[in-house]
Structure formats: C-alpha cells, structure tokens
C-alpha cells in the first residue's frame, strides 16, 4: 500500500512510546508498481466481503511510518526482507520472504523493506464476512510456491476493472480464494492422512448415542486430544460438531424419505424430538415441517425417492 509519490504528514503515536514523522519516501523509479482502489458498496460490505484496494509493489523505498489503516489488510512479501512492528512491541521482527502479514483495523504497525528491497503484493478489504477468515497471526512464513498467492492479487484486480455491476461481487469471491488459498499456504501443519481418517470414523459415529469419552476412547484417543482435533479441523467443539452432522443428516432424511419428525429425530441421535426441533430450527432458520416442505422435490415412494430436478 504505496502512495507514487513522497507524501508527509505528522502524527503522535503512543503505542511506540515516541513522537513519530509520518513520512514514506518511494523511489519514482520503482518498477512493478500497480495499485487499484474502488469505492465500497455498502450492501457488499454489509453482508459479505468487499474488496477496497489491491495492489503490486517491487523495489527499495523507505520503511513505512506507524499507521493505522481502517480496514483488513493482507501483505504477502514474496521476495527480499525487512522488518516490521506491531503495536504492544519494542522491536522491530525480522521478516524473510516468502511471508504475510495480516493487519488489522485500527492495528498500529510499520513496515518496510531492507536496504535491498522486496516485492509486496497487498489487498484492503473490510465486511462482515471478514472475521471468518481473520487468522491468530499477524505475520506468518508461506509454505510452497508464493506465486499460488501472488497471482490471485492480479486476480482480484482484474475482477475490480471489469465494466459491469457484478465486479465488486465477482472481486470478493476471488478475494475469499485468496484468503482460503493463504490459509492453505502457511505453516500450519497440514491433516495427516490418521487424522483424516479419525475425522471420518467421529463423523460416521455421529448419530450413535456416546458420551464423549466413549467417542475418544473409540478412536483411540484422549478427550483433550479429540477436542484439539475437532476445534484445529472444525472451529467447533465434538459437542457442536456431532450436533451439526446430525442435523445435516435430518436435512437429508426429511427431503430423501417420508418418515416423521419424531422418526427423523431419533434416527439422527436426538431423544427428544422437540429438542430436535429446536436444535434444527436453530442451525437451519427454519422448523423441521418447513424446511420439509420447501426443499421437497421428489415423489413419494416406501424408500428413499426420486429426484423431479
């Protein structure tokens, strides 16, 4: 996030511990520098992710200033190191490309670039569907090719400049890749295949009415060690998880067959079908009988039916 131009202004920071200057000096002759910024639809923002500003920057230029930016933005230094510093530290931290940062609204920080330069790839992007993607970090080292994360930034410019009302929707949907890709490309330890395979063995048991300890002692494994798994893979607890497939699987069981609540209920693992129906209507937005009635699109039969569309 550059200005072309050597721009000044003043302003006390606090969080440093000092008075500051303001001042970011760019070499005008920087080369594969590119930036877009687009005005916010408010809808967009509102409701999902909208895209503010995305750009490219490769060369050597003074290190920024503390700031404070008012959206969420993402850095991935692809080439070349520097140093940077968040709020609450003493120090600036080393940084060593291929890394990200991930700076937060209203997150006082600086960075910049040592004396060799680097190659900077940014996005600002604010919404409401941000916090599902905002990481623990605030810089993190990229795992594999940088370039998988680097070229999606062309991407969402590309979806910005497009001459019709869908580009800022099309933008925050090649954004969300971006993102998805990122947390795909840090060092996050990647699932072994073990795991995966006691993901599908708890989802499978999901139905079946087990304490969790019974769960975990099934899989061979602890009740803290399950709930670390669950809550690294799901975001949730084994308790919301097993809550969640089950009512995937009444989902499935009120359009597939015929069968009453209570029958649904209790074939999914619930006791109680007003329990059942509470838990569904609260997942769902809608009551068990409602949801059955808009998502029908078969023919009734003894089994399962088949689909009209």
């Not at 008075?19 to 639809?41: E, I, M, R, T």
């Not at 003074?62 to 070349?80: Q, T, Y």
């Amino acid at each position: 996030m550059r200005p072309s131009s050597l721009v000044r202004c003043s302003c006390s920071m606090d969080n440093f511990g000092e008075d500051l200057d303001f001042s970011c000096a760019v070499n005008h002759d920087a080369q594969g520098a590119w930036s877009h910024y687009v005005p916010v639809d408010p809808q967009l923002r509102n409701c999902a992710l909208a895209v503010e500003g995305v750009g490219t920057y490769s060369g050597r230029y003074a290190a920024l200033a503390p700031r404070r930016l008012s959206a969420h933005a993402l850095v991935v230094i692809s080439s070349g190191s520097g140093t940077a510093r968040f709020a609450g530290a003493d120090q600036d931290l080393s940084l060593s490309s291929p890394v990200a940062i991930w700076l937060r609204p209203g997150q006082t920080h600086r960075y910049g670039p040592d004396a060799s330069g680097w190659t900077e790839h940014w996005m600002l992007f604010a919404g409401a569907a941000s916090a599902l993607y905002v990481p623990k970090w605030t810089h993190k080292a990229i795992v594999g090719d940088p370039h998988l994360l680097t070229r999606r930034f062309r991407d969402v410019r590309d979806a910005l400049v497009a001459p019709d009302r869908l580009a800022p929707l099309r933008a925050s949907v090649v954004a969300q890749m971006l993102l998805i890709a990122l947390s795909e490309l840090t060092d996050e330890p990647a699932l072994a295949p073990d795991s995966r395979r006691t993901l599908d063995s708890f989802a499978a048991d999901a139905r079946m009415r087990m304490s969790l300890g019974d769960r975990a002692r099934k899989l061979g494994m602890t009740v803290d060690e399950l709930r670390r798994l669950i809550h690294l893979t799901t975001g949730r607890s084994p308790t919301s998880h097993v809550r969640e497939l089950r009512i995937q699987e009444a989902q499935r069981l009120l359009v597939e067959t015929e069968w009453s609540i209570s029958r649904v209920s209790d074939a999914v693992g619930f006791d109680d079908p007003a329990y059942f129906s509470r838990v569904f209507r609260k997942l769902t937005g809608r009551a068990p009988s409602t949801f059955r009635r808009d998502e029908q699109r078969v023919v009734a039969s003894d089994g399962p039916r088949e689909a009209r569309r």
